[in-house]
T-cell receptor, first 114, second 113 residues
């Protein structure tokens, strides 16, 4: 059972366009939703994260939109650049407790064409 | 912030041979440590996590084992590798209270032939 589902599976965007990646979760106990960015041959790195008490968080060109009732959240990359080409993972966790762990989506490959 | 060191970076091993991947963490103390495996199209699969020295929890039954001999050292091992053990292995360290904030190493790519 996949608790965190990403869509689409891959995405191609022209330079300057908006990239939108969606994520849906099942466990209503999740209360922390990060996005990770991974370049080829490297480990993932935290890009931006949101908690369910806010509906949107913006950091530079990256925005997370969160819809608690629909159990969905999305990553928007404004003015997409070729340097944004990477694999993006959404994830979810329950912050409380020593055994809290991140559950990742399968990842989506974003290609930004020059 | 934390720095996660993993080695070796790449490894080619025959089926049936042993494995040892090592991870060390700088910049924090008493972190939660994790081993993930990444396979194409399957995302990041959590294999083991540890909340302290000698404390290991396994997420999936498999041919691998993990150990934490020191606070900031995490080791992934196997006595006999299988073809299905091939993959990209990532060590990660938690940031404490905010367990969603993981710092990942550069990964170890294992090919079993």
């Amino acid at each position: 059972q996949q608790q965190v589902k990403q869509s689409p599976q891959s995405l191609i965007v022209q330079k300057g366009g908006i990239s939108i990646i969606n994520c849906a979760y099942e466990n209503t106990a999740f209360d922390y939703f990060p996005w990770y960015q991974q370049f080829p041959g490297k480990g993932p790195a935290l890009l931006i994260a949101i908690r369910p008490d806010v509906s949107e968080k913006k950091e530079g060109r990256f925005t997370i939109s969160f819809n608690k009732s629909a159990k969905q959240f999305s990553l928007h990359i404004m003015d997409s650049q070729p340097g944004d080409s990477a694999t993006y993972f959404c994830a979810a966790s329950m912050r409380s407790g020593a055994n809290s762990k991140l559950t990742f989506g399968k990842g989506i490959t974003l290609s930004v064409r020059p | 912030s934390q720095t996660i060191h993993q080695w070796p970076a790449t490894l080619v091993q025959p089926v049936g041979s042993p494995l040892s991947l090592e991870c060390t963490v700088e910049g924090t103390s008493n972190p939660n440590l994790y081993w993930y495996r990444q396979a194409a199209g399957r995302g990041l699969q959590l294999l083991f996590y540890s909340v302290g020295i000698g404390q290991i929890s396994s997420e999936v039954p498999q041919n691998l084992s993990a150990s934490r001999p020191q606070d900031r050292q995490f080791i992934l091992s196997s006595k006999k590798l299988l073809l299905s053990d091939s993959g990209f292995y990532l060590c990660a360290s938690g940031a404490g209270v905010n367990t969603g904030e993981l710092f990942f190493g550069e990964g170890s790519r294992l090919t079993v032939l």
